[in-house]
């Protein structure tokens, strides 16, 4: 054979085992996901409303969780608004469980948080998580149980809304039950209907004082050790989330490590939504409830946006605590640039903790796709 035809042989050759090396690399490479925390998660998402909980008064519970078998997954409980429902929060928590997280919520009956109080519905955390583990145990149920083998009881954290804020960030001052983190949307502490020593100051508790709401006064930002993200309503003061108690004053509670954003326009209730227009009708709780928190007026940022910005918080925090990796700081950069996008609608990144991440700064990363881009670059020199 002649050398002329030797070599366009070789390098057909080469360039058929370069091509078989892309198709490998690709194959083997993880799967890109999600690389933005606004967007949903490569899970499908699963419910589960079990009826033998240990919660009194027939509360119920809802569990949201990713489908599939693939192991196990961080463990979050996220607290209602005063007399909220658990439904109101759909978007925020199907968002949150898409990237990976067991969420659980359950429903008080009305006028329960009042009369009662949140020192004695702290109580029913611990009694609630230990029938979560059996309902999780893998050699304590059937091959089909929703929970069986799904929950990381290592890595656990809170969330909540109003009222909810201040009962997640109760437990998580709280060692008993080990939480990393805490995650608090529009959170309210004292307020003029929640006084006296069945109500205690959740930013009392973030600073180490056991205060009761008729004697707490807000401490400085910085006096907690606890870190937590926060997003807070611009639209303030009056019973639904007072001066002195609300988003700010925890942030100025909590340690400087906090993340903190304010939507200016966004009213106390913009974080939560029915999800059927029938329940918002005029006589609705949750109309009554809008209403009463100025939540009503025009604004440049519609509810549907404050809640996706919400639940993407949610998301950055909790990857950022649960599940920190290089891939997870480049996806925080991202995260940085798209706030930086929103200050035209008025949301403000007040505290920005993640040191040397800044909006650019890590761009472009992309450690997902590293095995392929390589078989690729060398596929090009051959």
């Not at 409303?49 to 009194?56: D, E, F, I, Q, S």
């Amino acid at each position: 054979m002649e050398k002329s035809n030797i070599i366009p042989l070789l390098r057909n050759h080469q360039q058929s085992a370069a091509f078989l090396l892309l198709c490998a690399a690709l194959m083997t490479a993880p799967a890109v996901f999600a690389q933005d925390f606004w967007k949903p998660g490569k899970y499908s998402v699963g419910f589960y409303k079990p009826w033998n909980t240990p919660l009194p008064h027939s509360w119920k519970v809802d569990v949201t969780y990713p489908k599939g078998n693939s192991g196990s997954f961080p463990l979050i409980f996220m607290f209602n608004g005063m007399e909220c429902q658990a439904s109101w929060y759909k978007d925020i928590v199907d968002h949150v469980a898409s990237w990976g997280y067991v969420i659980v919520q359950y429903t008080t009956g009305f006028f329960y948080p009042l009369g009662e109080g949140e020192r004695e519905e702290v109580e029913y955390l611990t009694p609630l998580l230990r029938w979560l583990e059996k309902e999780a145990s893998v050699n304590g149920n059937v091959w089909w149980h929703k929970l069986a083998g799904k929950i990381d009881f290592s890595r656990k954290a809170v969330m909540g809304h109003s009222r909810g804020g201040k009962l997640a960030s109760l437990h998580y001052a709280n060692s008993t039950n080990n939480f990393t983190t805490a995650v608090l949307f529009d959170p309210v502490d004292c307020s003029l209907v929640a006084q006296g020593d069945k109500h205690p100051s959740a930013i009392a508790a973030l600073a180490g004082v056991n205060a009761a709401c008729d004697v707490i006064h807000p401490a400085p930002h910085g006096t907690s050790t606890l870190s937590a993200a926060i997003i807070g309503a611009g639209i303030t003061g009056g019973v639904c989330n007072p001066l002195e108690n609300n988003a700010h004053a925890f942030f100025r509670t909590l340690s400087t490590e906090s993340l903190y954003i304010k939507v200016k326009e966004a009213g106390h209730m913009t974080f939560a939504q029915p999800p059927k227009p029938a329940s918002q009708t005029s006589c609705s709780p949750y109309t009554i409830y809008n209403r009463m928190c100025g939540s009503c007026r025009c604004s440049k940022i519609t509810s549907q946006e404050v809640i996706s910005e919400a639940r993407t918080m949610a998301v950055a925090w909790l990857e950022s605590k649960l599940r920190p990796s290089q891939d997870t700081t480049a996806h925080l950069a991202r995260y940085k640039e798209h706030l930086m996008t929103l200050r035209v609608k008025g949301v403000e990144t007040v505290h920005w903790p993640f040191k040397g991440v800044s909006a650019g700064s890590l761009l472009g990363t992309d450690v997902e796709v590293s095995a392929g881009a390589a078989a690729a670059n060398r596929m090009e020199e051959l």
